[in-house]
């Protein structure tokens, strides 16, 4: 019912026995006490079971113990007030309280144990078994959990069902989730190195299983766990409510709620105090589990590409900007030449103190084609996002980016929506990913085109003749494809082609073919050739492999740690580069070498 | 597609052969339909008895009284009652349908709300509705749905008084005797659906929203969606063709797993509202200890849950060319 099985998607980096999992354990504290309403769940969980456990020792009511005092409200002496047969509320709260969370516990024991053991079980042997423990989750999933419990509950104990029977039907009905999470995570650890070593090693399954495997999955258990500590406790009030679970004379939340159900608007303590103690407990819980989620599974800060960057973010930005400006030295950047494109000045992008790109200046002339080369997290990718707008919102953005002579920094989606596709094209790394799945290649043309005005006929022939100019064939039926029906090299000629459509300024080509077979790697880098030489852009070439520079580059810019290192033409850079990492690059260049100056 | 459809029938039929097998197993070993009569004082005669689990087939073997139901079921009998003049198949249909429309309307409303909220939450993360509407969804998850009927269905009785005027319906499915007139019955029943139909869509209104967002704010960090930002398309089409339509398969997944915590929840909501539902069918024969009727109970349950299974998968297939072209 928690939002407790979302999933395998997120699993987390197996980590090895010993030293490294205290420290784990001490990182992931320290995430989970930034994290407040967590902090507050669990807290105030804590002290439920605290008084849960203490308080009726204290208290001078017995829960079933009839007092004078009949139908009191809240009151010194009763601070819950009394019901109709003068029973303290306070104390059959308290009573209410510990059978709530004495079963939850149980069933959530209970529960985790079948779900792990089976979710292990079906995860490592994979196949039949695999298959057997699924088809055992869909039938207990068709199976209404209270509908089994109530009937089980009224059948295995005449006189009023023991907690244990009701924990053990609970858990045994309530352990689903917990196996599909077990499962997913364990065939995905199933075939990695670690658990290959320890079966050479000579592990038995078992050994394999809880020594190796169940560890790694226990953040995710600990998770499901909490949260479904919620859903049973709310299953329990919920049985006993309609008279199934926990019995007169003893008493439960659900109980006291059921008996109040005509009380609501005459004696109305005898109502609320039980219900706002079930709401209590249940969102303690859940704001625990989602604390103790973020804390195992970090989020990355969201990222919304539709959003206009918010004005107290302009204004740090504007500020940082300017403070910047003061430290450089007057002029840098100089006059700028009549066809210059593009012109970054003093770009900082910084991540909390940590730039990813540092003070960069890079100029692009019209119809030039500059690669930005550099080894991974160097920045080339961060400079380009900055490019059109798209740093992440958890980076500060400082420095001026002017295209065409515009100011670029500060846009909203809307005037942005000027340059994006219409005059700066982008070509992603990942063809797979960059393309909607959901539509086909023909509708995500006609998205661009009803941008171009046109529609229709027209907007078909287009498209074919795009299609045609990236050498592809039968590009009538192609339109009509999934983009899943096509190859990665077809679907990057796909995007190079939408690139295209609106004969733009510029086209950024963020490792274009890194995600592709080398085989197929040349055809997309002549693709991407014949683009640029249709539509007489400038490009931005990005990329770590220098080999793909030479064909295409007139200019050559190395970056490295966020700094452009050394920028020259194509020419001079091969033939006398002047900075060490520049030389370094050339030499892992391996078929560069063919004028005999490889080491 | 056909095949699709074809082999996720064949493995809807599967499960709902096994999960007869085990219902069946479950119910028979767990309760013996007689035990109020063996402990009746003055104890009744044994012949009575004999004569009772003859007519009940008691005295058979598992496996054959497993044959003789489920041969019974496909001509509609769904065997004997407990008590002789029961008929388990009519009165199910009767309190099948009533029960269908509080569920079926209880889906639409939460779903469409869900949707609505999770997308505008996920879009606007940390802001405006988003901070409003993810403390709501909390509190909404952590709420027993028979405390919120209860509170509702005396909420409504006090506001009638208040105003000295019928608005909320709050005992049964329909008046008694229903209002004459097609319109006057339709809004009586509507009268009457009114609250506990926000009770049973506010719970799943809370998860699926959570979902919704979740699958939302997801898709929103994918390659597809900045690709769509970067060819220029305007906010309002990528919202809908990239960012919403990818992000609807997990919501179809869930609310497909949801079903039977919603007939749970329909159970206590009827409970609570007094409806002649399914739900007090299925306390009614636990009660009497009538297995057949829980059985049968159990089984639509189990149908309706394969079933929505079935047109989950189907509208996976619609909702994602991946799926419809089997890769």
């Not at chain 1, 020792?57 to 409200?73: A, K, N, V």
């Not at chain 1, 047969?85 to 510990?98: E, N, T």
């Not at chain 2, 009785?157 to 005992?171: P, S």
């Not at chain 2, 915590?261 to 306390?283: D, H, P, Y």
């Amino acid at each position: 019912m928690a939002t407790n099985d979302l999933g395998p998607g997120m699993v987390s980096a197996p980590t090895a026995p010993g030293p490294p999992r205290t420290r784990r354990a001490a990182y992931v504290l320290r995430r989970f006490r930034r994290h407040r309403l967590g902090v507050a769940g669990l807290t105030v969980l804590l002290l439920l079971v605290l008084v849960a456990v203490v308080a009726p020792r204290f208290w001078p009511y017995d829960y079933g113990e009839i007092t004078p005092d009949l139908s009191q409200p809240p009151s010194p002496a009763h601070p819950m007030g009394t019901d109709t047969l003068g029973r303290d509320l306070l104390a059959q709260i308290l009573r209410g309280l510990q059978q709530s969370l004495l079963i939850a516990f149980s069933v959530t024991v209970v529960a985790c144990f079948i779900g792990v053991v089976l979710g292990v079980v079906a995860g490592y042997f994979g196949r039949y078994v695999d298959a057997t423990v699924m088809r055992l989750v869909d039938l207990t999933l068709t199976l209404p959990t209270i509908a089994i419990a109530a009937f089980l509950g009224s059948v295995v104990s005449a006189g009023g069902v023991s907690w244990s029977a009701l924990a053990l039907v609970l858990g045994a009905l309530m352990w689903t989730s917990v196996s599909r999470l077990v499962r997913g995570v364990v065939l995905s650890l199933r075939e990695l190195p670690y658990i290959d070593a320890a079966r050479v090693m000579g592990a038995g399954h078992l050994r394999i299983m809880f020594r190796h495997l169940v560890p790694n999955v226990a953040d995710h258990i600990i998770v499901a766990a909490t949260l479904m500590f919620g859903t049973a406790i709310l299953a329990e009030s919920g049985l006993s409510f309609l008279g199934f679970g926990v019995q007169p004379p003893d008493t439960s939340l659900g109980l006291l709620v059921a008996d109040a159900q005509s009380a609501v608007l005459t004696r109305p303590w005898l109502f609320y105090f039980p219900g706002l103690l079930i709401i209590l407990i249940v969102l303690s819980v859940n704001y625990a589990g989602e604390g103790l989620r973020d804390a195992f599974n970090p989020k990355s800060s969201p990222v919304n590409p539709l959003t206009t960057p918010s004005r107290a973010v302009r204004r740090a930005r504007a500020a940082a900007t300017a403070s910047a400006a003061r430290t450089r030295p007057a002029g840098s950047s100089g006059p700028q030449r009549p066809d210059t494109l593009v012109d970054i000045a003093g770009l900082t992008v910084d991540f909390a103190g940590q730039p990813a790109v540092h003070d960069l200046d890079l100029s692009i002339r019209r119809g030039e084609v500059v690669a930005l080369v550099g080894e991974s997290g160097s920045g080339k990718s961060m400079t380009a996002l900055s490019l059109v707008g798209l740093v992440p919102p958890a980076a500060l953005c400082t420095g001026s980016i002017r295209f065409d002579g515009d100011e670029m920094t500060d846009l909203s989606f809307e005037r942005w929506r000027r340059y994006r596709g219409r005059r700066i094209a982008m070509i992603l790394q990942d063809p797979s990913t960059s393309l909607n799945p959901a539509l086909t290649i023909g509708a995500q043309f006609a998205d661009s085109m009803r941008l171009a005005g046109l529609s229709g006929r027209s907007a078909t022939d287009r498209a074919v003749e795009l299609l045609d100019s990236v050498a592809i064939k039968d590009p009538r039926s192609v339109l009509t494809h999934y983009p899943h029906q096509l190859s990665g090299g077809m679907r990057q000629r796909m995007a190079i082609a939408l690139a295209m459509i609106h004969d733009p300024d510029l086209i950024i080509a963020d490792e274009p073919t890194t995600a592709l077979d080398v085989t197929v790697q040349a055809q997309v880098m002549a693709t991407l050739a014949i683009a640029r030489e249709r539509t007489g852009a400038a490009m931005l070439f990005i990329t770590h492999d220098l080999a793909l520079v030479a064909g295409i580059a007139d200019r050559v810019a190395v970056m490295r740690a966020g700094v452009v290192v050394e920028e020259a033409d194509v020419f001079s850079m091969f033939d006398a580069p002047q900075h060490e990492y520049t030389r370094k690059l050339l030499a892992l260049a391996p078929h560069l070498g063919s004028d005999g100056r490889r080491p | 597609m056909g095949r699709l459809i074809v082999r996720r029938l064949a493995s809807a039929v599967g499960v709902l052969v096994l999960s007869s097998m085990v219902i069946f197993l479950v119910i028979s070993v767990s309760g013996d339909p007689l035990a109020e009569l063996r402990d009746r004082q003055p104890p009744v005669p044994d012949s009575v008895i004999e004569a009772e689990e003859h007519r009940l087939g008691l005295d058979q073997p598992l496996v054959q009284r497993y044959i003789t139901w489920i041969t019974g079921l496909f001509q509609g009998d769904f065997g004997p009652s407990t008590t002789a003049t029961r008929d388990i198949g009519a009165e199910l249909t009767s309190r099948l349908g009533v029960t269908l429309r509080l569920v079926v309307v209880a889906i639409v409303l939460a779903l469409v709300l869900a949707m609505l909220a999770g997308t505008v939450s996920a879009l606007r993360q940390r802001r405006w509705p988003d901070v409003v509407l993810t403390p709501a969804a909390f509190v909404l998850l952590a709420l027993p749905s028979f405390w919120l009927a209860v509170l509702l269905k005396q909420w409504g009785i006090g506001f009638n008084n208040l105003f000295g005027y019928q608005v909320f319906a709050t005992v049964g499915a329909s008046s008694v005797p229903p209002p004459d007139g097609v319109i006057a019955a339709v809004l009586d029943a509507m009268a009457h659906l009114m609250l506990p139909t926000i009770v049973l869509a506010l719970v799943h209104f809370a998860t699926w929203s959570r979902y919704q967002r979740t699958a939302v704010v997801e898709s929103l960090a994918s390659d597809h969606v900045r690709f769509a930002v970067l060819k220029g398309l305007s906010r309002r089409r990528i919202v809908r063709s990239y960012v919403v339509r990818p992000a609807l398969i997990p919501i179809i997944t869930i609310v497909a797993l949801d079903l039977p915590v919603l007939f749970s929840g329909a159970i206590i909501t009827e409970t609570v509202f007094q409806w002649r539902g399914m739900g007090g069918f299925l306390l009614e024969s636990i009660t009497l200890r009538d297995t057949n009727a829980v059985l049968a109970w159990l089984l639509v349950a189990a149908t309706a849950v394969v079933l929505f299974n079935l047109i989950a998968d189907l509208l996976y297939a619609v909702a994602d060319p991946r799926v419809r072209y089997g890769d």
